[in-house]
């Protein structure tokens, strides 16, 4: 167990719909990254927050949109949905963001967009 | 193009066995980490390593960074079904504050 709660597990939708993912990082962890994961385009960098802010941004649709609220959850809004965003979705944490930072993972929430 | 090129893809062998896999990219990093993700589960830290030419064993794993610091291997020793997963290198991208990018993994099977 790595102390990261992802919900849901499992969700699936239709074309053209919106969905809520939401991550609860380890205790104490201040980052939450948000990857992508899909069989061609592997485990890809979405977005990360430091303490509320954003501080990075990856490979993220305009589509999608994400926020770290003051209790340091996060939740990441995915809109207008396709087929093709259909994958596994994961939260990490990580304490702070330095070179050799170990990040956490939760189970992911695989999304099925039909 | 891949920041970090991850060879073979897939790889199937026999318990007992021993294999390599490799990480490769024309960049120099930092420091480079290898993660393990079993079937339905988040990516977990087997380790990493920052100096170049740095050997580091986990058990039947041993892990090699290049001397140039641009590239890895993980050695593993008489592999076991339990090693069975997707191994993922990662390198932090944009400097010591940077993402963690990661390369498109080496899936392993190991039959009993």
């Known amino acids: 167990d790595s102390g990261v709660t992802q919900t849901p597990k499992h969700l699936i939708t239709a074309t053209g719909q919106r969905v809520t993912l939401r991550c609860s990082p380890r205790?104490?962890?201040?980052?939450v990254y948000w990857y992508q994961q899909s069989l061609d385009q592997g485990l890809q960098f979405l977005i990360q927050y430091y303490n509320g802010e954003e501080r990075a941004k990856g490979n993220i649709l305009e589509r999608f949109s994400a926020q770290q609220f003051p209790d340091l959850h996060s939740e990441l809004n995915l809109s207008s949905l396709e087929l093709g965003d259909s994958a596994l979705y994961f939260c990490?944490?990580?304490?702070?963001?330095?070179?050799?930072?170990?990040?956490?993972f939760g189970e992911g929430s695989r999304l099925t967009v039909l | 193009t891949q920041l970090l090129e991850q060879s073979p893809q897939f790889l199937s062998i026999q318990e007992g066995e021993n294999l390599t896999v490799y990480c490769n990219s024309s960049s120099v990093f930092s420091s480079l980490q290898w993660y393990r993700q079993e079937p339905g589960e988040g990516p977990v830290l087997l380790v990493t390593?920052?100096?170049?030419?740095e050997v580091k064993k986990l058990k039947r794993l041993t892990f090699q960074f290049g001397d140039a610091r641009k590239d890895s291997s993980l050695h593993i020793t008489a592999a076991q079904t339990g090693d069975t997963g997707l191994y993922l290198c990662?390198?932090?991208?944009?400097?010591?504050?940077?993402?963690?990018?990661f390369g498109k993994g080496t899936k392993l099977s190991v039959k009993p």
């Open positions: 390593v920052v100096t170049g030419g």
């Open positions: 990662a390198v932090r991208y944009g400097g010591s504050q940077g993402n963690l990018i």
């Open positions: 990490a944490s990580s304490t702070s963001g330095g070179p050799t930072g170990e990040l956490f």
């Open positions: 205790s104490g962890d201040l980052s």
